[in-house]
């Protein structure tokens, strides 16, 4: 009583006798051309449903069967990032006995490349794995990941290694990340974080045995052997794995490969650029922490030991910062995160004069730095649909393997040029001024996604 007629291009769909869904045009226009445009969160419980979920044609969220891809995902995660984790390893050996005479900045391409392009192809491999399905695309992935290792154990050229042990098995690592980074928010609602938390964490923990391993098989068996091994294990476990990449949310048909709406809106460009940034400084410990080990007196031993000190704290790292965000806002804990690494890294890394502080910055920069891995994909799957995540998670990353790419040259030409390969004060401070201009970023998502709420207090969970 008292409303009057609806209009035309209003259309009402009734899911349950009594509720009703009002949407008028230009929401209809917009779910048509992909879905991925809708309204902020009004608070980080409210998740928007995809159509498919709407129509109960999906399994439900929350339940035991998801953690059962999850961990599917935890496991390959240990191949995915293990292998960049634990590089540090493989570029102390090559800087400092094969190729002791080829420049850091070249050498960096190697490592570089792998993660660059396994970020950066993951804009397609994400696309393809909504299309095609998580399985198919990840078993590719398996099958590039052990051939590269195989050919890379035959290459005595430094060339020969960043075509192989750079490009190839980045591309392959693109191929098992993509579908392996959206499972775990396809799964979960409620526990999001803890969950995306838990998978990522495979990546340390991945880390920590590829480390360990590596140095244990070069030093018994030469690097060649160490990389025939590798392959053979990538192959027999991802392949077992792989079979448990189930979806929650069907793809829904599309026209275009890639989901180019997503662009259209703010937070995926802060994201985008968040992700570009802290990416660019990020991996400079990890790369030089063993070569400046062995400038105070340390052998090629201690930097392996150093990464694995590194590894073990992003282990409970990742998965903390999955369990603090569903509590108090995976911007906000984004947020602080970085900061505190940029806090942690500089005066620890620039003041070391012997082992035990670099001991000391490996433990917290592990726990600290890394959760950025764990709260993005819960950033974007609190504000585009499941259905597509894979797809805009590819599109995000693009930015986080440009990042790598120019971060880990500079940082490899910096090391050369300024720091003398004697030093690591230009190094340092380059890494640490990129994560502080990602913290600024996080800072501006925050105000945007806070400015799209009624409730406008500073401090509030977001």
């Known amino acids: 009583r008292g409303v009057g007629p609806i209009p035309v291009n209003t259309h009402i769909n009734i899911h349950h006798k009594d509720m009703a869904s ?21 608070c980080d419980e409210n998740v928007k449903l995809t159509s498919s979920e709407e129509h109960g044609d999906v399994r439900p969220a929350d339940g035991l069967f998801g953690w059962i891809p999850t961990l599917a995902a935890m496991v390959n995660y240990m191949f995915i990032f293990g292998v960049s984790n634990s590089y540090g390893v493989f570029s102390t050996y090559y800087l400092n006995v094969k190729f002791a005479g080829t420049s850091a900045t070249t050498l960096a391409w190697i490592g570089t490349l792998v993660t660059s392009l396994m970020l950066g192809c ?11 399905g998580y399985r198919v695309t990840a078993y590719t992935g398996t099958v590039i990941c052990t051939l590269a290792y195989i ?8 060339w020969q ?66 990389l025939r091994i590798l392959g053979i294990i990538t192959f027999s476990v991802t392949s077992l794995t792989n ?21 259209k809106r703010l937070i995926f460009w802060l994201v985008a650029v968040e992700t570009c940034t802290i990416y660019t400084g990020y991996w400079a410990l990890t790369f030089y922490v063993g070569t400046n080990a062995k400038h105070l007196g340390g052998t ?28 108090f806002g995976c911007i906000n804990t984004l947020l602080i995160s ?9 005066p620890l890394w620039m003041t070391a004069k012997t082992m035990t502080p670099l001991y000391v910055l490996c433990a917290l920069y592990g726990l600290i730095s890394p959760s950025f891995i764990s709260i993005n994909p819960v950033i974007i799957g609190r504000h585009f649909d499941m259905d597509v995540l894979a797809s805009v998670m590819g599109m995000t990353n693009l930015f986080g393997g440009l990042g790598v790419l120019a971060g880990n040259l500079a940082q490899g030409a910096i090391f050369d040029k300024y720091d003398k390969r004697e030093q690591f004060t230009n190094t340092i401070i380059f890494s640490g001024m990129f994560i502080l201009l990602a913290g600024i970023v996080t800072f501006v998502m925050r105000v945007h996604v806070q400015r799209q709420r009624t409730d406008r207090r500073f401090f509030q969970r977001i």
């Not at 050919?151 to 430094?158: K, Q, R």
């Not at 930097?303 to 409970?316: I, Y």
Request: aromatic share 8%.
């Open 300 to 327: 090629l031993r201690d930097g392996s030991n150093l990464l694995l000190v590194l590894n073990a704290g992003s282990v409970v790292g990742r998965v903390m910062a999955g369990v603090i965000a569903d509590r």
């Open 243 to 263: 079979s448990l990449y189930y979806r929650r949310v069907p793809a829904k048909p599309r026209k275009s490969l890639f989901e180019f709406c997503a662009a």
């Open 122 to 132: 993951s804009i397609l491999t994400g696309a393809m794995s909504d299309k095609l």
């Open 161 to 226: 290694l960043i075509l192989t042990q750079g490009v190839l098995l980045g591309i392959g690592a693109s191929f098992l990340y993509a579908p392996s980074v959206s499972i775990p928010a396809q799964w979960f609602i409620k526990n999001r974080g803890l969950a995306t938390g838990i998978a990522v964490a495979g990546s340390s923990i991945g880390g920590l045995w590829f480390t360990a391993a590596i140095q244990a098989m070069i030093d018994s068996l030469g690097a060649e052997w160490a």
């Open 22 to 42: 009002v949407s008028f045009a230009g929401d209809t226009k917009a779910s048509e051309r992909g879905s991925t445009h809708k309204t902020e969160p009004l």
């Open 338 to 346: 970085i900061m505190l690494t940029v806090v942690i890294e500089m």
């Open 151 to 158: 050919l890379a154990s035959f290459c005595n050229e430094v």
